[in-house]
């Protein structure tokens, strides 16, 4: 049986997609699609797991009315739900899309408070769900009321548990994890340079591993992933730039990571996966969904090569 990936959404939300025909500022728009599905980036984490056929649990906050349907379409894709009850109602995000050219504009929800106590009963309920998993995926944003340390905390109960972790997040709730020592942290090239105030790629990367980090994988758009570890760096770059929706391949480079760790994949087999699926969810409406056609023809042409860190820029 394959290795159980716990991914972790204290931020879960309801995503809402509007599909128009274009998007144009100060103007009234018809919509023509209307999409709702349970969101939040370890949930689409999970879906792509579960599309690849790997087993996965979801974990995280849900509250309300919104959280009950948010749940409801976890159990109507097949998603093993772990959430834990909040007296607030989970958030909404507002997706647009635009027919005309793919482009797609994102509303994000801070989220809904979580008091101490919930925060005290999702950590009980977490050491539970450990003791199952052999990777945990800790992704997103952190909702107001928990503490900014909180992906630490639970990175170091991971640890303990002799359970690897991934961790996409940024910002101040990225730096204060660092500490704790995730085994592979994804940031983009635009938020390594918010978190550590330079552009040389090489140099920000090698201050997040001083800061803790043990692999730091840098997703560059659509020139690929950089990849660094106490032993190597990597290159992995897609054959082809593809046209769509960059929304979620962040999301199924992740999934492609955290499989990575759990089968014990080398470092440049594992990108290679990254790559193809991040490069495979770009044409797709959704986060979480990607295309298997692509993902297929990429996996095989994905060239990867070891770097000399000297000669790295983004």
Request: contains cysteine; hydrophobic residues 45%.
């Amino acid at each position: 049986m394959s290795a159980v990936i716990l991914t972790v959404t204290l931020n879960t939300a309801l995503d809402v997609t509007y599909v128009v025909d274009s998007m144009v500022p100060r103007t009234s728009h018809r919509v023509r699609e209307v999409h709702e599905r349970a969101g939040g980036k370890g949930v689409n984490v999970a879906r792509v797991l579960n599309a690849l056929g790997h087993p996965s649990v979801v974990t995280g906050f849900w509250g309300g009315t919104t959280g009950y349907r948010l749940r409801e379409e976890l159990l109507d894709v097949g998603l093993t739900d772990e959430l834990v009850p909040i007296a607030a109602d989970s958030r909404r995000t507002l997706t647009v899309v635009s027919r005309e050219d793919g482009d797609a504009t994102v509303f994000n929800e801070a989220g809904q408070l979580v008091r101490p106590t919930e925060w005290s009963a999702f950590i009980r309920h977490y050491r539970g769900l450990i003791r199952d998993a052999d990777v945990v995926v800790l992704s997103g944003s952190l909702p107001p009321g928990l503490p900014i340390n909180a992906y630490a905390v639970l990175i170091s109960l991971a640890a303990a548990a002799g359970v690897a972790t991934v961790l996409d997040t940024s910002g101040p709730a990225l730096r204060a994890a660092l500490p704790a020592g995730p085994d592979v942290i994804k940031p983009n090239a635009a938020e390594l340079a918010e978190i550590t105030g330079r552009s040389e790629l090489v140099e920000a990367v090698a201050e997040l591993r001083a800061l803790g980090a043990r692999a730091v994988v840098v997703s560059c758009g659509a020139e690929g992933l950089y990849a660094t570890t106490s032993r190597s760096g990597w290159r992995a770059a897609p054959p082809e730039r593809l046209a769509g929706n960059p929304t979620g391949a962040g999301d199924a480079c992740v999934a492609a990571l955290a499989r990575g760790l759990a089968s014990g994949t080398p470092w440049p087999d594992m990108l290679r996966e990254a790559v193809a699926l991040s490069a495979a969810a770009v044409p797709c409406l959704a986060a979480g969904d990607f295309d298997a056609d692509v993902y297929q023809r990429f996996r095989t042409a994905v060239q990867v090569e070891e770097t000399d860190d000297a000669h790295i820029h983004p």
